[in-house]
């Protein structure tokens, strides 16, 4: 089905070539290829926030929202009130873009804020068709990181304007004016045009809601910023006298009119109550009539009558539609274009959980449960591909990076989901030459002098290759391109390393032939050999040989996996094993038995320690880590196979 898909979006991609809707960066020519006026709607400003992960993007669209006046005096809201969802809330970390709108002068801003983690890049990709220019943030410290340029990049792609926004000015080590040459570097090594190289530049406090024109400026709120916006970001230009067309670039959900559709009008006009139609990628189309349609006002959405070219609008009707699909005038029959987003580098086996333990702990734990839901992900999941596989209880999940899978697991837990997932995998692929490709990723490391040199040997192992040094006022920043395969499991190892001072960003940087073989974790698994649960007679023993994962009275099965070993290999272990009345402690000995709290590992820990004989069961009430062979003669045979081969 998925294949299918992306094989008619790339023939629709290629018929509309011809298109020639502002999508396709003609200007002055409507739908259908008339050279049309376009006329400017000076009402309206579409805009897009994007940054580095937390150099605070969320937070200042609180104080847009709140300044604009979107909040009643009296009205209690929380932080980050566009970070919505309750991943997003306990993580501190925007997953999702979303919409929200403020009035300013006359003028109605659309806002999209977005995620600045690498892993939803996607969702940058998704939303900058929707906006004609963007908000660049970037942290007063910290300067340019990794996903700076991604997003930048993106935005000159589309050949948006930007608007740059040097944040966090209060920080203690704060340096605007470095990290403004280092804006400038990157907006040169990215080929700015000359217009994009004259960019505005705002230093900005977002915390306080502090928007200054320079430095010097006594601005308290943030009205340079909204006037940076009416003056720099260009209103849209449409042709408002066209059928209607929009594409999907959002869906959402409403338990009073379900599916709801996001998107920008490209041309025309559209009111509610009118018969529509909803074109696939491939040309089908169906008919619908708007059930209900709204406009973005704060972070509402609130029902309309009808809207135009350039604006934002959320529409209800069609049940059946998914992002990159047109919405249109009924005497339209071609879609039009859709940005191309990224492809996934990373995938892993969602499989249905076959443990001892199956089917205990879980409300939806059957193959085609399994399958519908990881199906229903791409609806609103743009970069996350799903396959079947040959064996019809496991499917192939890709995506852009660990967290992002994290996240799915997380959250099909939390709907009832119970089943097992494999370690993750880069994606490789062949160019024409059929040279095997594999993604390398631009790390950056920010970490006190002390730690850099095991930061360069430990990357070095893993094929990374030391691009620039900059020492920084505490820390070295160090930049490298690494196989994405050797930062798999690589997280924790840095934080041990550099006892949880360093920071550690990647993002995607290109596809380069395959570097060789990289070494696995460098420990261990403690198996256990027997059923049943954990005593702290047998578990204070095991601790002896490594790290505990696994209290006294957890239920365990052969062949799960109790705790890392101290050494390379894994340890078979008995931690069931109860204490023999005869068995008389040794005097001196005062009895007790003394346990380590065994370790705490969040979801992501858990999936960078998986090896590849090693799975993930996942269920509402538990994650357990487990061998794929729970027998422990039939899986040491295995492994002796597989070294003869
Ligand atoms: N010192 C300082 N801290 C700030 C400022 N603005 C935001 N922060 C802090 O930076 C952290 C991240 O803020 P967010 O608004 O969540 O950042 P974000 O860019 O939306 O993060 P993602 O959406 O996950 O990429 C929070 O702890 C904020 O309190 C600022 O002006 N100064
Ligand atoms: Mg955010």
């Known amino acids: 089905m998925q294949m299918s898909r992306e094989a008619s979006r790339a023939t629709f991609r290629e018929a509309s070539r011809a298109c020639v809707s502002y999508l396709c960066g003609y200007p002055n020519r409507n739908y259908y290829g008339h050279c049309m006026p376009l006329t400017p709607r000076s009402d309206i400003r579409n805009i897009a926030i994007i940054a580095h992960v937390d150099h605070g993007k969320t937070t200042l669209v609180d104080h847009m929202l709140?300044?604009?006046?979107?909040?009643?005096?009296?009205?209690?809201?929380?932080?980050?009130?566009?970070?919505?969802?309750?991943?997003?809330?306990?993580?501190?970390?925007?997953?999702?873009?979303?919409?929200?709108?403020?009035?300013?002068?006359?003028?109605?801003?659309?806002?999209?804020?977005?995620?600045?983690?690498?892993?939803?890049?996607?969702?940058?990709?998704?939303?900058?068709?929707?906006?004609?220019?963007?908000?660049?943030?970037?942290?007063?410290?910290?300067?340019?990181?990794?996903?700076?340029?991604?997003?930048?990049?993106?935005?000159?792609?589309?050949?948006?304007?930007?608007?740059?926004?040097?944040?966090?000015?209060?920080?203690?080590?704060?340096r605007p004016a470095d990290v403004l040459d280092e804006v400038m570097e990157l907006f040169i090594s990215l080929g700015?045009?000359?217009?994009?190289?004259?960019?505005?530049?705002?230093?900005?406090?977002?915390?306080?809601?502090?928007?200054?024109?320079?430095?010097?400026?006594?601005?308290?709120?943030?009205?340079?910023?909204?006037?940076?916006?009416?003056?720099?970001?260009?209103?849209?230009?449409?042709?408002?006298?066209?059928?209607?067309?929009?594409?999907?670039?959002?869906?959402?959900?409403?338990?009073?009119?379900?599916?709801?559709?996001?998107?920008?009008i490209a041309q025309g006009?559209?009111?509610?109550?009118?018969?529509?139609?909803?074109?696939?990628?491939?040309?089908?189309?169906?008919?619908?009539?708007?059930?209900?349609?709204?406009?973005?006002?704060?972070?509402?959405r609130v029902e309309a009558e009808a809207a135009s070219a350039g604006d934002i609008i959320a529409l209800s009707g069609f049940e059946n539609v998914f992002i990159g699909e047109t919405i249109a005038d009924v005497s339209i029959t071609e879609p039009l274009s859709y940005v191309n987003i990224d492809e996934p580098t990373i995938s892993m086996f969602f499989m249905v959980n076959t443990s001892p333990f199956a089917g205990k702990e879980g409300?939806?734990?059957?193959?085609?449960?399994?399958?519908?839901?990881?199906?229903?992900?791409?609806?609103?999941?743009?970069?996350?591909?799903?396959?079947?596989?040959?064996?019809?209880?496991?499917?192939?999940?890709?995506?852009?990076?660990?967290?992002?899978?994290?996240?799915?697991?997380?959250?099909?837990?939390?709907?009832?989901?119970?089943?097992?997932?494999?370690r993750p995998e880069v994606i490789v692929r062949r160019d024409e030459n059929d040279r095997l490709l594999e993604p390398i990723e631009h790390?950056?490391?920010?970490?006190?002098?002390?730690?850099?040199?095991?930061?360069?040997?430990?990357?070095?192992?893993?094929?990374?290759?030391?691009?620039?040094?900059?020492?920084?006022?505490?820390?070295?920043?160090?930049?490298?391109?690494?196989?994405?395969?050797?930062?798999?499991?690589?997280?924790?190892?840095?934080?041990?390393?550099?006892?949880?001072?360093?920071?550690?960003?990647?993002?995607?940087?290109?596809?380069?032939?395959?570097?060789?073989?990289?070494?696995g974790r460098q420990r261990g698994a403690l198996v256990s050999m027997e059923s049943g649960n954990a005593t702290a007679y047998a578990l204070e023993m095991v601790q002896e040989r490594g790290v505990l994962f696994v209290s006294p009275g957890i239920p365990i099965y052969e062949g799960m996996i109790v705790g890392e070993n101290a050494r390379?290999?894994?340890?078979?272990?008995?931690?069931?094993?109860?204490?023999?009345?005869?068995?008389?402690?040794a005097s001196g000995s005062d009895g007790l038995v003394r346990l380590e709290t065994p370790r705490q590992m969040s979801l992501e820990q858990y999936i960078e320690f998986l090896e590849d004989d090693e799975l993930l069961e996942v269920t509402p009430q538990n994650i357990r880590l487990r061998k794929k062979i729970l027998d422990a003669t039939t899986r040491q045979r295995a492994k002796k196979r597989e070294a003869a081969l």
């Open 192 to 264: 700015a045009s000359y217009e994009q190289l004259d960019f505005p530049t705002i230093y900005a406090i977002g915390k306080q809601g502090v928007a200054k024109a320079t430095l010097e400026d006594p601005s308290t709120t943030l009205d340079p910023l909204f006037d940076a916006i009416l003056k720099h970001i260009p209103p849209p230009s449409v042709d408002a006298d066209a059928p209607y067309a929009m594409v999907i670039s959002a869906l959402e959900w409403s338990d009073y009119v379900g599916r709801i559709a996001v998107g920008r």
């Open 568 to 585: 390379e290999g894994d340890l078979v272990v008995n931690a069931c094993r109860t204490k023999h009345l005869t068995n008389m402690r």
């Open 443 to 519: 790390v950056t490391v920010d970490v006190p002098e002390a730690h850099v040199g095991t930061v360069i040997e430990n990357l070095g192992k893993r094929k990374g290759e030391m691009t620039a040094m900059a020492p920084g006022l505490d820390t070295v920043r160090t930049e490298f391109l690494v196989p994405a395969r050797g930062l798999i499991g690589f997280r924790t190892e840095f934080l041990t390393a550099t006892r949880g001072e360093g920071v550690l960003n990647h993002t995607f940087d290109s596809w380069q032939p395959y570097k060789g073989a990289i070494p």
């Open 269 to 300: 006009t559209v009111k509610m109550g009118d018969t529509v139609s909803l074109i696939k990628p491939d040309g089908s189309r169906e008919q619908g009539r708007i059930t209900k349609m709204y406009t973005f006002e704060g972070i509402s």
């Open 66 to 174: 709140q300044q604009a006046g979107t909040f009643r005096d009296n009205q209690q809201v929380a932080d980050r009130v566009m970070d919505s969802n309750d991943l997003e809330r306990e993580k501190g970390i925007t997953i999702m873009a979303k919409n929200a709108s403020v009035r300013w002068k006359d003028t109605k801003i659309n806002i999209v804020d977005t995620p600045g983690h690498s892993d939803f890049g996607g969702e940058v990709e998704r939303v900058l068709s929707t906006v004609d220019g963007v908000i660049l943030l970037v942290d007063a410290a910290e300067g340019p990181l990794p996903q700076t340029r991604f997003v930048l990049r993106k935005a000159f792609d589309m050949g948006l304007q930007p608007i740059v926004v040097i944040n966090k000015i209060d920080r203690s080590d704060a």
């Open 363 to 422: 409300k939806f734990v059957t193959t085609p449960k399994l399958r519908e839901r990881l199906y229903r992900e791409l609806r609103t999941n743009v970069s996350m591909r799903v396959h079947d596989t040959e064996s019809p209880d496991v499917f192939k999940v890709s995506a852009r990076g660990e967290l992002q899978l994290a996240i799915l697991i997380e959250t099909m837990r939390r709907e009832g989901f119970e089943f097992a997932v494999s």
